[in-house]
C-alpha cells in the first residue's frame, strides 16, 4: 500500500513562493512515475509536474519556469517548488503515484495513489 501526505500549503501574496512536500514510500515492486496535479474549486484535475522512473521530468506550460519539482530518495520525500506565484495558482495541490510506468503521465486517471492534498491561496 503506498500513503502519501502533503505538507506545505499556505497562504501567499502574488510574487511569493512555497515548497510543498510529499512524503511517503514509493511502491517497490514496479517501476512508477511521481506527479503533482491541482484542482481550483469547480473545475477538474489538471497536470502540474511529474517526475518519471526514467529520470524525466515534465511540467505543465501554465507553470514552466517557476515551478520546479524533485525529489529525495534518502527521505522518500518529493518536493514541489513554486516561485513567482500567481492568483491563478490557487487551488488544492496532490502528489499521486502512477504505478507499472516506465515514463511519465499526464492524465490523473493513471494514477492510482494519491495524497490527501494541500491548498494554496495566493492573493493579488
Known amino acids: 500500500q503506498v500513503q502519501l501526505v502533503e505538507s506545505g500549503g499556505g497562504s501567499v501574496q502574488a510574487g511569493g513562493s512555497l515548497r510543498l512536500s510529499c512524503a511517503g514510500p514509493g511502491p517497490t515492486y514496479s517501476p512508477y512515475a511521481l506527479g503533482w496535479f491541482r484542482q481550483a474549486p469547480g473545475k477538474k484535475r489538471e497536470f502540474v509536474a511529474v517526475?518519471?522512473?526514467?529520470?524525466?521530468?515534465i511540467y505543465a506550460e501554465t507553470v514552466k519556469g517557476r515551478f520546479t519539482a524533485s525529489r529525495d530518495n534518502a527521505k522518500n520525500t518529493v518536493y514541489l517548488h513554486m516561485n513567482s506565484l500567481k492568483p491563478r495558482d490557487t487551488a488544492v495541490y496532490y502528489c499521486g503515484v502512477s504505478i507499472d510506468i516506465t515514463g511519465t503521465s499526464q492524465c490523473p486517471g493513471e494514477y492510482n495513489y494519491w495524497g490527501q492534498g494541500t491548498q494554496v491561496t495566493v492573493s493579488s
Open positions: 517526475l518519471g522512473w526514467n529520470g524525466d521530468t
